[in-house]
C-alpha cells in the first residue's frame, strides 16, 4: 500500500541555521509534490509544488528538491527564524487529489 | 477574498446526534475537498467534488457520512449517527483546476471544525 513517512519527531534547531526536513514515499509514483505550512488551531498553508521532471524548486529562503530514483523529496528553510515554527506537511499528487504526510514539527529556537 | 469559510468552528455533540458541517469555497473555485485530521492518521482526504460533482468518495469512512455541493459556493458534511471515533478536526479545502485535469494547483484550506462526539 501507499506510504508517505515523515520525521514525527519534532526538529529543534537554532534562530539562523537551516532545517532540512525530509518525506519518503513508497509504492507511489506523483507527478508532483507539494509542502504546507501547518500552525497550531489552523488549516494548512500552501509553500511550494515541484513536478516530477524538476530536480529543485526555489521561493525565497525555501528550497524543495525531488528525487524519483530515491523517492524522496526534502525541504529546506534557510535562515532560519523563530517564526518559522511550525508543523510542515508534504502531499503527493495523483489524477486529482492529495495525499499528505503526517506532518514534521519544526521549533526554531533564538 | 475572505478565504474558505467553515462552520460551526466548534462542534460538541453526544454520541448518536447528527452533525453538519458547512463550508463555503473560494468564489471561482471548482474543486472542493473535504479532509478529516487526527494525531494518529493525519491529514485524510474524505471527499472530493469538481464542479459540484462528487469525483472520489473512496475516503468516506462508513455509510454513517454524507457530503453534498448543492451549488458552486456551499458543500455540507453529514455524519449521522455521529460516534466517538468520528471526533477530529475536519477542514474544507478549494483549489481551481482546468480541464478536468490533475490538482497541480495549490488547495486553499479553511480553518477547520473541531469536532468533539461525547
Known amino acids: 500500500s501507499q506510504k508517505i513517512e515523515q520525521n514525527s519527531e519534532a526538529l529543534n534547531i537554532q534562530e539562523g541555521k537551516t532545517a532540512t526536513l525530509t518525506c519518503n514515499y513508497t509504492n507511489y509514483s506523483p507527478a508532483y509534490l507539494q509542502w504546507y505550512r501547518q500552525d497550531p488551531g489552523r488549516g494548512p498553508v500552501f509553500l511550494l509544488l515541484i513536478r516530477e521532471n524538476e530536480k529543485e524548486k526555489r521561493k525565497e529562503r525555501l528550497k524543495v528538491t525531488f528525487d524519483t530514483t530515491l523517492k524522496q523529496s526534502l525541504f529546506h528553510i534557510t535562515a532560519s527564524q523563530p517564526a518559522d515554527s511550525a508543523t510542515y506537511l508534504c502531499a503527493l499528487g495523483g489524477y486529482s487529489t492529495l495525499t499528505f504526510g503526517k506532518g514534521t514539527m519544526l521549533l526554531v529556537s533564538p | 477574498d475572505a478565504g474558505v469559510i467553515q462552520s460551526p468552528r466548534h462542534e460538541v455533540t453526544e454520541m448518536g446526534q447528527e452533525v453538519t458541517l458547512r463550508c463555503k469555497p473560494i468564489?471561482?473555485?471548482?474543486?472542493l475537498f473535504w479532509y478529516r485530521q487526527t494525531m494518529m492518521r493525519g491529514l485524510e482526504l474524505l471527499i472530493y467534488?469538481?464542479?459540484?460533482?462528487?469525483?472520489?468518495d473512496s475516503g468516506m469512512p462508513e455509510d454513517r457520512f454524507s457530503a453534498k455541493m448543492p451549488n458552486a459556493s456551499f458543500s455540507t458534511l453529514k455524519i449521522q449517527p455521529s460516534e466517538p471515533r468520528d471526533s477530529a478536526v475536519y477542514f474544507c479545502?478549494?483549489?481551481?483546476?482546468?480541464?478536468?485535469?490533475?490538482?497541480?494547483?495549490?488547495?486553499?484550506f479553511g480553518p477547520g471544525t473541531r469536532l468533539t462526539v461525547l
Open positions: 467534488f469538481n464542479n459540484n460533482v462528487p469525483i472520489d
Open positions: 479545502a478549494s483549489s481551481l483546476t482546468s480541464g478536468g485535469a490533475s490538482t497541480y494547483n495549490e488547495q486553499f
Open positions: 468564489s471561482g473555485h471548482n474543486s
